[in-house]
């Protein structure tokens, strides 16, 4: 008898372990997928998926070493249900084969747990925890509010991670600036009667297998990959304001110096709205890309980075990695161009 629990596990905590506890009980053999695997440390994702397993294997050392908990990862698809299905279950049938006794562990608490209506081929096991009160959002919070009262919450795996390891700490303090940020972005947008919805652009400009991306110099997302891009304008059409952003981003030039904005329109092939509600940890932000072509020649048009970006560059699509690009800019990436990222 097989089970299958799928979580992001930021960070495991005693909920999680008792859904755990419970399905080691009822299965013989239990696959935990550990998800979002292939986005950059983020203030929801603050962990890294190797992190993740060292903080597991702490926590179930002798399970893990006998084989009845096997530990794989599951990346994430921003905008397709489908790919996400498909690659969860090659990952199952790859782990179990096309058993007829796979079972699905957990319990529809929110709209985070759609995804147990996904698979109707497998049997289901509704295991919920006696913790219902207890989240990793709530965990969150508080490590960034340097609150340390957490340890009655997790375990005791999960604390030393938070308080020995380098490379977290390392990376902690550039998290909790985050989300202050976001914390106060989302404060100021909250003034009128209605939930506000942020409207931005961004540009997948593409030349010579190359694909033109900035390095974030402010926050959010401080120090990643994005594309070029950013709000639009109260008076502006969507594609102007792409080709704005795109402007001052990257002060793009052919060998002729500055490109006119309408000759940057006119290599416009193709637009796409992108509006996952999750797609942003700021606020509700749906973001509209153009897929911009430009002419072949025998060197790439010159960048520069500008105005929100530190640097400006020219990468090779084959070099595109999503956990070194901001929110779902990978995803979007794959979408428009029709490729699959290194994760």
Known sequence: MFGVFVGRFQP????????????????????????????????????????????????????ISSGRIIIKAARDYFYSDLNWQ????????????????????????DSTSY????????????????????????????IYANDWSIEDMVHPAVF?????????????????????????????????PYP???????????QGGHVLLIKRKDRPGKGLLALPGGHVGEFERLSDAAIRELTEETKIKDRRGKIPPKVLQSYIKEQKTFDNPGRSNRARVITTAFLIQLPETTQLFEVTGGDDAESAHWVPISNLRNSLLFEDHGAILEDMLDISLMD
Request: hydrophobic fraction near 40%; avoid cysteine; charge should be neutral.
């Open 196 to 206: 506000v919805i942020v409207q931005a652009v961004d540009s997948v400009v593409v």
């Open 12 to 63: 495991l905590h005693r909920a999680h372990m008792e859904i755990i506890d419970g399905a080691l009980r009822a299965v013989d053999t239990l696959l935990i997928l550990i998800g979002s695997t292939n986005v950059a440390p983020n203030t929801k994702n603050p962990f890294t998926y190797e992190e993740r397993v060292e903080i597991f294997k702490k926590a179930y050392r002798r399970e």
């Open 115 to 142: 995804y147990l209506k996904l698979f109707p081929q497998w049997n289901s096991i509704p295991l919920s925890s006696s913790r219902t009160s207890l989240s990793s959002t709530d965990i969150r919070r508080r």
């Open 86 to 109: 498909m690659n969860v279950q090659k990952i199952v049938y790859d782990t179990f084969g096309e058993s007829d006794d796979i079972n699905l562990i957990g319990f529809a608490k």
């Open 160 to 192: 030393d991670m938070l308080r020995l390891n380098k490379d977290f700490n390392e990376r902690y303090s550039d998290l909790r600036e985050e989300f202050n940020f976001e914390t106060a972005y989302y404060k100021d947008l909250q003034r009128g």
